[in-house]
């Protein structure tokens, strides 16, 4: 650890101690103190916005911001802001950026990694089901991905599966060697129980985000009987020992118009989450449903429910499709991610289950210098319109050819899907979003009787 980390992670916990006194009077105070600093002017696009927000009370983001005060544990939201404030964006990503430029190839933020195949239930239309449930990556492998993923400039993972927390232990004791990283698991959340949480209390940078698939009904659908009530306890538990956790949502054409609706935003938010990440069906594996894909009018309404409810609810919330926006298109294949499955392959994409390279046989840099993988840094963005960003989803086209001129494989061990069977269940789905997307980006969200006001209706 370098004298220049040290002095930067002193200066970050001394300025988080003293907004903790007082967060209402001293976060004012702190961000006037940082304008006159001479590091003011590097920092003031981010700073005119957290003006705005600061001096407003009445400001849906001041009560957001405020709210992680008074809702979390002081020692784990200090945990929180070091990783993530400092280590994965202060320090790593300009770490990334320069090794982006010195190995010309995409440099992840983050990296999602499933250290096992085995779940606890079996979901309809879940694609994680198709690897099989017999995978497990070694400690020694999982450790081995985070200490190369630093070295690159890494700091934030995430864990999906199976079930992530089928691998407490492990997971716990990752975060005990790594406390300079930030950990979040996708979990269906019904192994969390009363020792768990005060596990996550104890290392402080372990965040779960529960899958819930709506209220009972449409939750119980997809995960079997019972479950819903288990995840409310789970939440219940989290909330009560004022650990943070995130709600996963899965928006199908069955239940979007409850993940989309004003009543489901405001029982996340009563049940103690503190953001939301929307994930859209996506038809992966021999065995998907297609049937539960949104169409067009309701990816659309999504669009547009998500934006409004930004506006007005303390939840902070990304919709990994519609918000490409945001993102300058795909996140895939490095650029901000890559995933890692149960048996080692290094994917582009949680959803794009092909790969020509092993961890087993790569590191991760020779992987992200890999065919696919820089068929991903040369192709993206797959489209000017960034509502239009996934290579599956929106431009299956532009799958195929990475997948075939690569040579990479189909990663399922039980069924492996041919890329241009996995990209004909959305070509129809892709061709009728380009004209609704297409309307979205003209108006840019904000066009007074803009043609897409209709969606409303239509959903």
Request: hydrophobic residues 35%.
């Amino acid at each position: 650890m370098s004298l220049q980390y040290k002095l930067q992670e002193f200066a970050f916990d001394r300025a988080v101690n003293y907004i903790s006194g007082n967060p209402e009077k001293n976060l004012p105070k702190l961000l006037n103190m940082l304008d006159n600093s001479p590091w003011g002017k590097g920092f003031a696009p981010q700073s005119k916005v957290f003006h705005q927000i600061l001096d407003d009370p009445q400001n849906n983001w001041y009560r957001f911001i405020m709210d992680l005060w008074k809702d979390i544990d002081n020692d784990v939201l200090k945990t929180t802001f070091r990783n993530f404030g400092l280590n994965a964006s202060v320090i790593g990503f300009p770490q990334q950026q320069a090794n982006r430029e010195k190995y010309d190839c995409n440099i992840p933020w983050a990296m999602l990694i499933d250290p096992t195949s085995a779940c606890n239930l079996q979901c309809t239309g879940c694609w994680a089901a198709e690897y099989g449930n017999q995978l497990n990556m070694s400690y020694e492998t999982l450790d081995s991905i985070i200490t190369q993923g630093k070295a690159l400039g890494c700091y934030f993972y995430l864990y999906s599966g199976g079930e992530p927390l089928v691998r407490k232990a492990d997971l716990i004791r990752l975060c005990e060697v790594h406390p300079d990283c930030a950990f979040t698991a996708f979990t269906n959340g019904t192994l969390i129980d009363p020792a768990f949480a005060e596990e996550m209390l104890r290392v402080k940078n372990f965040i779960p985000a529960i899958s819930v698939e709506g209220f009972e009904a449409d939750t119980d659908f997809r995960r079997g009987k019972g479950t819903f009530d288990k995840v409310k306890k789970a939440m219940q538990l989290l909330k009560a020992k004022r650990l943070p956790f995130g709600i996963s949502c899965c928006y199908t054409s069955q239940n979007v118009g409850t993940i989309g609706s004003e009543e489901y935003f405001d029982q996340m938010i009563e049940w103690g989450a503190k953001f939301c990440w929307f994930f859209t069906y996506m038809p992966v594996g021999n065995a998907a449903v297609p049937e539960l894909m949104v169409s067009a009018e309701q990816r659309a309404w999504m669009y547009q429910q998500v934006r409004a409810f930004r506006e007005t609810k303390p939840l902070f919330t990304l919709d990994f499709w519609n918000d490409g926006e945001y993102s300058g298109g795909c996140l895939a294949g490095g650029r901000r991610y890559l995933h890692i499955n149960a048996n080692g392959d290094m994917e582009p994409c949680a959803f794009i289950h092909y790969s020509d390279s092993s961890i087993y046989d790569k590191t991760i840099l020779e992987g992200l210098k890999s065919p696919l993988f820089q068929a991903y840094y040369r192709g993206q963005p797959f489209n000017e319109n960034h509502l239009r960003p996934c290579p599956m989803l929106d431009n299956p086209d532009a799958l195929v050819e990475m997948v075939e001129t690569s040579g990479a494989h189909s990663t399922d061990l039980q069924s492996p899907e041919d890329v241009r069977d996995f990209t004909a269940k959305s070509q129809g789905t892709a061709e009728n979003w380009a004209p609704v997307a297409d309307e979205l980006w003209a108006c840019s969200g904000h066009c007074v009787g803009c043609k897409m006001e209709q969606v409303h209706t239509a959903v």
